[in-house]
């Protein structure tokens, strides 16, 4: 008989981005709700699940995280020109939503199964040109992978994640990246978007 999955509550930060593993993300904290999240994750050291928000509910206008988001971690901490908290995160593991419920601050907390780790390997040869690709593009962004080490070139998931970041994608086709658990698919379906995003 198999037993099943148990969820972890974790509280989330739905926005209109995406997320990817070791990506880095910089936010502006000025709801009262994400303060006070962000002080009890330094505290703890815990994360937090980012996680693109979907479509409005007729009802309450409010739009309802998707099902799958990465959680982040807290790695740097500014006060911004305009007086406002400013966090950097990176995002570690993925995780599928499996409920959600909303704390009396707003904080919209969910019942989360951590995704198991994405099925990489090394960079095919049919992928190679995005692996160019990628280094150009790295070359001209700069940010905190333009200097990674040889060997992440080789890492078809990173290369996915990063190109995941750099492209022009929509964010639905960022969080069908997000979602897949194959990194060389994801790699396929990037050559096969390419045309479209000239």
């Known amino acids: 008989m198999t037993l099943p999955l148990a969820t972890v509550a974790l509280p989330l930060f739905p926005l209109n981005t995406v997320l990817m593993p070791e990506g880095v993300l910089s936010l502006r904290i000025f709801e009262p709700r994400y303060l006070d999240l962000v002080k009890r994750c330094a505290r703890g050291g815990e994360g937090f699940g980012v996680c693109l928000v979907g479509a409005a509910d007729a009802g309450d206008g409010a739009g309802r995280p998707t099902g799958v988001g990465t959680e982040a971690r807290i790695v740097d901490f500014t006060l911004r020109d305009d ?3 400013g966090i950097a995160v990176e995002g570690e593991r993925r995780f599928r939503i499996c409920a959600t419920s909303v704390q009396a601050d707003g904080l919209t907390v969910g019942e989360v199964l951590w995704m198991p780790a994405v099925r990489s390997g090394r960079v095919r040869p049919e992928h190679a040109f995005l692996v160019d690709l990628l280094k150009r593009m790295l070359e001209r962004a700069g940010g905190p992978h333009a200097h990674a080490e040889p060997a992440r070139f080789d890492d078809a998931d990173w290369v996915s994640c990063r190109l995941a970041e750099l492209l022009p994608l929509s964010l639905s086709q960022r969080h069908q990246l997000l ?7 994801r790699l396929d379906d990037l050559l096969r978007w390419l045309p479209q995003l000239a």
């Open 83 to 85: 007086g406002l908290l």
């Open 179 to 185: 979602e897949e658990s194959d990194a060389r698919t």
